[in-house]
């Protein structure tokens, strides 16, 4: 486009546009876990407190939070936190909408004892509940952290699916879209399901549970010839 503005080629030689070619529109990879494979991840057991154990946590701790990615995870601080729920502000609708609406978790025994176990022991208000960044360090800083975590998390789920034969791949990902995928089938709304995501349209909330809607029809469509 730049080429042709700028004389370098001509019109006629530009594929896009009105009958010509159409960039193929991007689709949902799915990712979602069924609930015992999500089960055989929650009972694994491995040595406590190494990067295998990290990862596990960490992943469940994403699922258990409204499928809360791993950038929310690591800002998370005390205050976030009360007796019954924990309360955060995705920085991705953060940045893109003036009204983002704060998501609220109830707090679960499963979410205490992950606190407990890997959170910071000074639960000063502002301190952050896990000590993988801290206040000193800049953006640029927190970014390479997140991106090391989120690959050696993604390495090591890997590693769990295989031992425990799930043949899926399992990401941090696949955390948020289990989530909403088991709401689902279990019968919550759409709406809701989209309110717990931190989604501001009815459209993404949608496509996420697209996998599950394809299954559906899959399964209904065996009642037709059940003779």
Request: hydrophobic share 30%.
């Amino acid at each position: 486009k730049i080429a042709q503005r700028e004389g370098a080629i001509s019109k006629d030689y530009y594929p896009f546009g009105e009958g010509g070619y159409k960039l193929p529109s991007s689709q949902n990879v799915k990712r979602a876990l069924k609930m015992n494979e999500i089960e055989k991840i929650y009972n694994y057991e491995c040595k406590e407190f190494s990067y295998r154990d990290e990862a596990k946590d960490l992943w469940l701790f994403s699922y258990l939070l409204n499928g809360a990615n791993m950038n929310d995870i690591i800002r998370l601080k005390y205050k976030n936190v009360d007796d019954e729920f924990i309360t955060f502000v995705r920085r991705k609708t953060r940045k893109t909408s003036k009204s983002s609406k704060p998501i609220s978790v109830a707090l679960t025994d499963d979410l205490k004892k992950l606190i407990d176990k890997w959170g910071n022991k000074d639960r000063s208000p502002e301190n952050y509940i896990f000590r993988f960044i801290n206040e000193d360090m800049t953006e640029k800083q927190i970014r390479r952290c997140l991106d090391r975590l989120i690959k050696r998390t993604n390495d090591h789920m890997k590693k769990i699916a295989t031992e425990v034969g799930i043949e899926k791949t399992v990401t941090t990902y696949t955390a948020r879209h289990s989530f909403s995928t088991v709401l689902k089938r279990s019968g919550v709304s759409t709406e809701y399901i989209g309110e717990s995501l931190g989604h501001n349209n009815l459209r993404t909330t949608e496509l996420y549970l697209d996998s599950f809607e394809d299954e559906t029809k899959k399964e209904v469509a065996k009642y037709l010839t059940a003779f």
